[in-house]
């Protein structure tokens, strides 16, 4: 029985997952849909929880300050929703669970640094979700172009009923 959900399971599976822990400062792209357009937002904060590490429902707690208000969102590692995860800062934390840093503000909210190689750690390809982002850049482009197209055609029109109107008073 554990095969066949196992099976269920790794195929929702991401090929490629960065390595995030907690006390990492990240950049989530996530991909957001308003009515019939989509666009990817990016959410960046301080990764303040892991759960589930090597599951399929793993996820992060990322928390930023927004106009002087803590947000908190979660994110599923493996949803299709989260396109990308970049690791901008890595601190040295000794929790999984970073409760604390919900009452702190200003200096005492700071972490200490850790060196680490930037390049090493966001460098994951995931083909599919880089299929995924250049389809949307695709169709914004060419919603773009369709309004750009439709407006020329408006203009093109109007600058005809001008040029009869003159004609027409002209004779």
Partial sequence: MESVIQKINQKYLKGAV???RS????????????????????????VIRTDRKGSHTSRITVRRIA?????????????????KIEVTKRSKVRRNYLSYMRERTGKSARLTGMDFDKDAVNNIR???AEAEEAKL???????AEAEHDAKAAEES????KVAEAVAKHEA
Avoid at 137 to 143: C, I, N, P, V
Avoid at 157 to 160: F, P, S
């Fill in 157 to 160: 029109a109007n600058d005809a």
């Fill in 137 to 143: 850049a695709e169709d914004t482009a060419k919603a």
């Fill in 126 to 128: 995931d083909e599919a």
């Fill in 23 to 46: 006390g990492d400062t990240v950049k989530v792209h996530q991909k957001i849909r308003e009515g019939a357009k989509e666009r990817v937002q990016i959410f960046q904060g301080l």
């Fill in 18 to 20: 960065v390595n995030v």
């Fill in 67 to 83: 106009s002087g208000i803590g947000v908190e969102k979660s994110f599923l590692l493996h949803s299709p929703l989260v396109l």
